[in-house]
Each structure stands twice: as C-alpha cells, then as structure tokens.
C-alpha cells in the first residue's frame, strides 16, 4: 500500500539514516524463531526452508538485490513510493585501471574473466561490510552506506570495503583505483515512463566520490578529509593531496591509503 506523498521524504530519510527499519526490527523476535539461515541482518527473516518459504508467501520477502544479506524492503517500498530523500551517506567507486591497455594484451575470454573476477570480489567485499551495491558497469563498481542499515559505524565500514577490494586486487593482479567520500546526498527510487524503478544515490557529493576515485592510481585508495574525519580515523600519518577536479569548484583534501 501506497505511503502518502507528504510522508515519503521522512520515510526514505528515515530508513535510510535511522530506524528505516523499525517494523522489521519489531518483527525481529518473532522472525528469528523460523528456520532458517540465511537471514536479513536487520529482521532476521529467513532466505531459506520452510521459513524462507513462509517469507515469500506472506510477505513477499527474499534476498535484497542490493545486499543478499538484507531482505528486499527496499526494493518493495521503492516500488510503491518512487521518491527519496536528503540523507548522509558514504561512498565507495572503484575502477579498473588500464581496462582498455589490458584488453588489448589478453584474449576476450581472458579479459572476460578478469572483469568477473574483480565485479565478484568487489561486491563479496562491500556486502560483507554491508554495503548497498548501486551499480556494476563497465570496468567499475559503486555503492554506497547509511547508518539505518549499516550502523553507526557506516563510513568506517566504507573504508574497511576498500581495504579488503584493494587486497584482494593485489593477490588477483587486478590494478584499480579508490575513491571513498562522504556527505549529504539524495537517496531514493527513480523511475522511468515504463514502469522501471532504480534505487541510486545523486547529487554534487556522489559526483565528487566519482571524480575522486578517477584520480587513484592503481593500488591507491583516496579518501577525502571529510570521509576520514566522519570515521574517527586519524589520518595525519597518512600521505595528503589537493585535488583538482573536474566541475568541483574548490580543491578536495584527500589522504591516501592502501590494502
């Protein structure tokens, strides 16, 4: 059922940065007594069994396309109320570097495999640190964090993310390049004339996190001052940059970490 238009601001804030989830949580203790694992780390509604199977009928829960490890609440109300909201979030992009040098030194059943291999491990990272997965396109990969369904903890969770992405690179001999931002973005679900729904985030600070992950190098991660500073993590022993982007107007202070 339909949320009126006047609440759906606060309902997409809400879920997205505090107790978006306050009726899954309350469902919580009743959820958790069905069979069985795997389950939504918010509601503890089962994936699988004769419990996944009570899900998917009566309340047409499965694993979240974001976030296998979340259910599909998201998904559900994206769909009945296309909107969104102004919410603090992090950011995560990383980027193949040299895709197309590379493609030209393998065959396109080898490349193919490489860019499997690095959307695979990519998003195994990001989901265990439960991030939500925006989008695979190309040679990148983009996701983003709040604290409603991540924690409080959220941006370290993102930096964490990238660690892990920019190890298991290393041992994969995959060469990308990390950008990690955090701030204020519009998050929500928008739609197209024929029916289509895309829950993403937009906005001057996303295109910031984009631009600084364009300028990592490959086994760089970048993280602005901001992103850091929202973490608890001190940075002054980390490498600092001033970074000139393009359709920024004012330099982004970034440090830069590795795996």
Same mark, same amino acid.
């Given at each position: 059922?339909?949320?009126?238009?006047?609440?759906?601001?606060?309902?997409?804030?809400?879920?997205?940065?505090?107790?978006?989830?306050?009726?899954?949580?309350?469902?919580?203790?009743?959820?958790?007594?069905?069979?069985?694992?795997?389950?939504?780390?918010?509601?503890?509604?089962?994936?699988?069994?004769?419990?996944?199977?009570?899900?998917?009928?009566?309340?047409?829960?499965?694993?979240?396309?974001?976030?296998?490890?979340?259910?599909?609440?998201?998904?559900?109300?994206?769909?009945?109320?296309?909107?969104?909201?102004?919410?603090?979030?992090?950011?995560?992009?990383?980027?193949?570097?040299?895709?197309?040098?590379?493609?030209?030194?393998?065959?396109?059943?080898?490349?193919?495999?490489?860019?499997?291999?690095?959307?695979?491990?990519?998003?195994?990272?990001?989901?265990?640190?439960?991030?939500?997965?925006?989008?695979?396109?190309?040679?990148?990969? $983009?996701?983003?964090?709040?604290?409603?369904? /991540?924690?409080? #903890?959220? +941006?370290?969770?993102?930096? @964490?993310? &990238?660690? %892990?992405?920019?190890?298991?690179?290393?041992?994969?001999?995959?060469?990308?390049?990390?950008?990690?931002?955090?701030?204020?973005?519009?998050?929500?679900?928008?739609?197209? $004339?024929?029916?289509?729904?895309?829950?993403? /985030?937009?906005? #001057?600070? +996303?295109?910031?996190?984009? @631009?600084? &992950?364009? %300028?990592?190098?490959?086994?760089?991660?970048?993280?602005?001052?901001?992103?850091?500073?929202?973490?608890?993590?001190?940075?002054?022993?980390?490498?600092?940059?001033?970074?000139?982007?393009?359709?920024?107007?004012?330099?982004?202070?970034?440090?830069?970490?590795?795996?």
């Amino acid at each position: 059922m339909a949320v009126n238009k006047d609440n759906v601001e606060q309902l997409w804030h809400d879920w997205f940065t505090s107790d978006a989830s306050s009726v899954e949580k309350r469902l919580f203790h009743t959820f958790r007594l069905l069979p069985q694992d795997p389950r939504c780390k918010l509601c503890h509604a089962p994936f699988e069994g004769m419990g996944g199977l009570v899900m998917r009928t009566l309340y047409g829960k499965k694993q979240s396309t974001l976030n296998p490890h979340f259910c599909n609440i998201c998904e559900n109300f994206a769909k009945s109320n296309p909107g969104g909201a102004e919410v603090e979030m992090s950011m995560l992009f990383v980027d193949v570097r040299g895709s197309t040098s590379l493609s030209e030194q393998m065959t396109v059943t080898d490349f193919r495999d490489l860019i499997n291999r690095f959307f695979v491990e990519s998003t195994r990272a990001i989901v265990r640190e439960d991030g939500l997965l925006e989008k695979l396109a190309g040679d990148a990969v $983009a996701a983003f964090w709040g604290a409603g369904f /991540a924690g409080r #903890d959220y +941006v370290a969770k993102t930096i @964490r993310a &990238a660690q %892990k992405i920019q190890k298991v690179m290393e041992g994969q001999k995959i060469p990308v390049g990390i950008g990690v931002h955090a701030g204020v973005a519009f998050f929500g679900a928008m739609g197209s $004339a024929d029916g289509l729904v895309n829950i993403s /985030a937009i906005g #001057d600070e +996303v295109n910031t996190a984009a @631009r600084i &992950a364009s %300028k990592a190098a490959a086994g760089e991660i970048l993280i602005s001052e901001q992103a850091l500073k929202a973490a608890g993590i001190d940075s002054s022993q980390l490498e600092s940059r001033n970074l000139e982007l393009k359709g920024i107007s004012e330099p982004v202070s970034v440090r830069v970490m590795r795996a």
